[in-house]
């Protein structure tokens, strides 16, 4: 009669009010909410503790109106917003050249709750793992010329994922050669060499989408553990073509991902 779900909520419930614990309690709850499907948790005890703690966390952290004014600044840069909003305002500010304090002050009420996240276009040097794991492996199913890749080669690409904790809607992309084609269940011989990359582990995407940069799956619900993924893929075009990281992601906790790098991939004609 227990659960993952279960058992995360009544960790929860154990420190909320702890000393210590005032920081932590938040991301906690955040992540007890995100393990809801369909507006409920996988259990009816789950379902109960999820009540009686959700009750208790809104006693320690009441709702209240947000009034006067929040300043973020990030050395030479300052933004403002004003209260009350619709919506919370999204601040954007540029990051300086060297290490700075973010610095976020309230005056005159109540202030917000702040999310922090950071973004820079730095190309990916290493594997990133925060929650997944990802790995990727190419071999040839059919090749014209041993090797080199040439026009035409026909390719089968091997995603292995490794998941921490289950979560729902889970994005799994990876990205092609320009002018290269996915092979699809399109009839005749490609349904022969989309068979011959169907040799896949575990759970099975919701939906796949077989585009003209990339290769996605969708899964409604990834559990725990490892789930492999295969495609066939054909080369049309010719030239030394860079590739961006392969990544999975949770679509509604985009911090938790896993990317790797990709080698540049020269295909040459016949």
Avoid: C, K
């Amino acid at each position: 009669m227990t659960s993952g779900d279960e058992m995360a909520i009544r960790a929860l419930l154990a420190v909320l009010g702890r000393p210590g614990w005032q920081e932590e309690a938040p991301r906690l709850m955040v992540g007890v909410a995100l393990r809801q499907r369909q507006g409920h948790w996988d259990t009816t005890p789950a379902n109960a503790w999820g009540t009686v703690t959700a009750r208790r966390f809104a006693g320690l952290y009441p709702p209240g109106a947000v009034a006067g004014t929040t300043t973020v600044r990030l050395g030479e840069a300052t933004r403002t917003a004003s209260w009350p909003l619709t919506d919370a305002p999204l601040l954007r500010l540029p990051l300086p050249r060297a290490p700075t304090p973010l610095l976020l002050a309230q005056a005159g009420g109540a202030g917000p709750w702040a999310q922090v996240s950071l973004t820079a276009a730095v190309p990916l040097g290493s594997p990133l793992f925060a929650g997944y794991r990802l790995e990727r492996a190419v071999s040839v199913i059919r090749q014209r010329n041993p090797g080199r890749l040439t026009r035409g080669d026909v390719l089968r690409v091997r995603l292995t994922i490794d998941a921490s904790a289950e979560r729902n809607w889970v994005v799994v992309n990876d990205p092609i050669p320009a002018g290269a084609t996915i092979v699809g269940d399109l009839g005749g011989q490609s349904t022969q060499l989309a068979a011959a990359a169907s040799g896949g582990e575990g759970m099975a995407p919701s939906y796949v989408e077989r585009g003209q940069e990339a290769w996605r799956g969708y899964y409604a619900w990834l559990p725990r553990g490892r789930v492999v993924v295969e495609y066939a893929l054909r080369l049309n075009g010719v030239g030394r073509f860079q590739l961006p990281p392969s990544r999975v992601e949770a679509m509604y906790s985009p911090d938790i991902r896993a990317a790797v790098p990709n080698r540049p991939v020269t295909v040459a004609a016949r």
